[in-house]
T-cell receptor, first 114, second 113 residues
Framework: DQQVKQNSPSLSVQEGRISILNCDYTNSMFDYFLWYKKYPAEGPTFLISISSIKDKNEDGRFTVFLNKSAKHLSLHIVPSQPGDSAVYFCAASSFNFGNEKLTFGTGTRLTIIP | ETGVTQSPTHLIKTRGQQVTLRCSSQSGHNTVSWYQQALGQGPQFIFQ???????GRGNFPPRFSGLQFPNYSSELNVNALELDDSALYLC????????????FGQGTRLTVV
């Protein structure tokens, strides 16, 4: 049962344009959402997060939007840069779990075309 | 401030053998979580240790076990290795049991032949 889904395995975007990565979840207990970026041969790197009490969080070129009614979140990167080429994982958690179990999606490989 | 480090980076084992993977948590972090990432999949939660005690476990059999030491470093042990255990094993550390921002190590690539 995949509780966090990233339905696009890959995405190619022209440098300078906006990259939009999508994520859906099914467990209504989730109340905290994170995006991680992963380069080959490295561990995931935390990018940005959002609590369920918000619908938007922005950090520089990265913005995460949360639509709780649709159980959907998206990561916007603007403008996209070649260094953004990586695999992006959406992850979800819940303070009710009492621990920091993160449930990950399967990832989206983003390629920025120069 | 040192980040999360894992050892070894790569490992090849034979089916039926046992393996121990190690993780040093980020300075000041008292919580360590372990994840298994199979090829083409997202990381899957194995278990978490908080102040030397197991604090939550994912859907993995008992042959996956762990330890956390007083300095908050951690070990993941896997007994009776199976071919499907071949994966990237990731360790993540965080501050506090309820913290939701985890910092990952580079992982250990385990291949079972």
């Amino acid at each position: 049962d995949q509780q966090v889904k990233q339905n696009s395995p890959s995405l190619s975007v022209q440098e300078g344009r906006i990259s939009i990565l999508n994520c859906d979840y099914t467990n209504s207990m989730f109340d905290y959402f994170l995006w991680y970026k992963k380069y080959p041969a490295e561990g995931p790197t935390f990018l940005i997060s959002i609590s369920s009490i918000k619908d938007k969080n922005e950090d520089g070129r990265f913005t995460v939007f949360l639509n709780k009614s649709a159980k959907h979140l998206s990561l916007h990167i603007v403008p996209s840069q070649p260094g953004d080429s990586a695999v992006y994982f959406c992850a979800a958690s819940s303070f009710n779990f009492g621990n920091e179990k993160l449930t990950f999606g399967t990832g989206t490989r983003l390629t920025i075309i120069p | 401030e040192t980040g999360v480090t894992q050892s070894p980076t790569h490992l090849i084992k034979t089916r039926g053998q046992q393996v121990t993977l190690r993780c040093s948590s980020q300075s000041g972090h008292n919580t360590v979580s372990w994840y298994q990432q199979a090829l083409g999949q997202g990381p899957q939660f194995i278990f978490q240790y908080y102040r030397e005690e197991e604090n939550g476990r994912g859907n993995f059999p008992p042959r996956f076990s762990g330890l956390q030491f007083p300095n908050y470093s951690s070990e993941l042990n896997v007994n009776a290795l199976e071919l499907d255990d071949s994966a990237l094993y990731l360790c993540a550390s965080s501050l506090g049991r309820g913290s939701t921002e985890a910092f990952f190590g580079q992982g250990t690539r385990l291949t079972v032949v």
